[in-house]
């Protein structure tokens, strides 16, 4: 028979190891909520729509990145404190709560010196809105102009909620948790019976 203690000290470094495996198990319920369409909505580079549903579209795809753990824009900390563990898990970028929640961006405030029929004017806009006119004046694809001429008219950009935190998680406990827990049961019978076989020896 083997002590409470005994049982305790080799199931912790197990349950401790397969923590490691969460964000591979969470990532999979994340993916559900983010469509591979970038920010051209699946259409051509050169005619960008805008994405008026519910559903957050992959453009650089660092976001999702940023749930993978060893990223640079990952959160990932494991505490334990005896038998009770606990595990942060997110990501570090900044606009991952705003296309969660929705909110308004405001764009930083920028004085350009234009030259027009060679006279120099100023002009107050913001770094967000030369943004996308640089990115008009390279693409021409009507889609740059129109953001960068809301931007200028309300100072920033209206970001609506696409919720992909809550439904991920929500998704984790309902199809993937199982999974999870199930892959760590197996891990600690095969330590005590690991254990169990070396007191035989």
Do not use: C
């Amino acid at each position: 028979m083997f002590s409470t203690t005994q049982v305790m000290n080799v199931i912790r470094p197990v349950i401790a190891d397969q923590m490691q495996q969460f964000p591979v198990f969470m990532q999979i319920s994340i993916a559900k909520f983010m469509k591979d369409q970038g920010a051209t909505g699946g259409a051509s580079s050169a005619a960008p729509v805008f994405n008026t549903g519910d559903v957050l579209y992959k453009s650089s795809g660092k976001l999702f990145q940023s749930f993978i753990k060893n990223n640079a824009k990952n959160i990932y900390k494991a505490k334990q404190s005896g038998n009770k563990f606990e595990l942060e898990y997110g990501s570090k970028i900044k606009y991952a709560a705003i296309h969660e929640f929705g909110g308004f961006i405001k764009g930083t405030p920028l004085t350009v010196i234009k030259s027009k029929s060679g006279r120099k004017m100023k002009k107050e806009t913001t770094k967000m809105a030369q943004f996308f006119w640089f990115k008009y004046y390279k693409t021409k694809a009507p889609f740059f102009k129109r953001i960068a001429l809301s931007v200028e008219q309300k100072g920033g950009v209206d970001i609506k909620a696409r919720p992909y935190w809550q439904n991920a998680i929500d998704d984790f406990n309902s199809n993937v948790k199982e999974r999870f827990t199930q892959q760590m049961r197996i891990a600690i019978v095969q330590q005590l019976q690991d254990m169990q076989n070396r007191t035989r020896e």
